[in-house]
């Protein structure tokens, strides 16, 4: 967050945490961390600022949209180094609308910060469709942003509709990829432009 305040001072930003614990301990850290900061640095948190900088939970962000977000996960493995997949919010219905809306608040840059990655996570302990979304999120985000490929999807398995489709735009010059997506969110065909 300081970082942000002084390289990009221009620049709104809003931090999202999963939980409120996990928000009010960033809250905590960065009060604390201001107190020895450059006093430069003090106009960035104006509350009376057009968008003024942020730090909220998960279940109280709605339409707060600001230039760069830093979502910060907040669970993690316990000292034993098992995870205990007690994630909150995203085990209720409804989690994955809150993490989609969490994930698009941010117009220009998202910053996801975690201590654990998508190959801590065991796929068959997230049930709900808000933990298998964080998963998933994790896998997007640990692959620099490249929607990974659908699992054992290629066009030999494609449905002959589809197959008819993808061999056309071969045929114009148009290569594509099929199932393009993380998951379960996935286009029929995506193509580089």
């Not at 600022?49 to 942020?54: I, L, R, S």
């Amino acid at each position: 967050v300081l970082e942000h305040a002084r390289k990009r001072p221009s620049e709104s930003l809003g931090v999202i945490a999963l939980g409120l614990r996990h928000a009010e301990r960033i809250d905590t850290a960065l009060r604390a961390a201001l107190g020895a900061a450059p006093s430069s640095v003090e106009s960035f948190f104006a509350e009376d600022a057009p968008m003024p900088f942020f730090i909220k939970n998960l279940e109280r962000v709605q339409g707060d949209e600001r230039d760069a977000i830093i979502l910060s996960v907040g669970y993690g493995k316990h000292s034993d180094g098992r995870m205990r997949y007690q994630w909150g919010p995203l085990l209720r219905d409804g989690g994955e609308r809150r993490l989609n809306v969490a994930a698009t608040r941010a117009k220009h840059r998202l910053t996801l910060v975690s201590s654990f990655s998508a190959h801590d996570v065991d796929p068959s302990r997230v049930t709900k469709a808000g933990a298998r979304m964080l998963a998933e999120y994790l896998e997007y985000a640990g692959s620099g942003g490249v929607p990974v490929a659908a699992s054992g999807s290629s066009a030999e398995e494609l449905e002959p509709f589809a197959e008819s489709v993808r061999s056309r735009l071969a045929e114009h010059g148009i290569i594509v990829v099929p199932a393009y997506g993380v998951g379960g969110y996935r286009v029929d065909f995506a193509f580089a432009h």
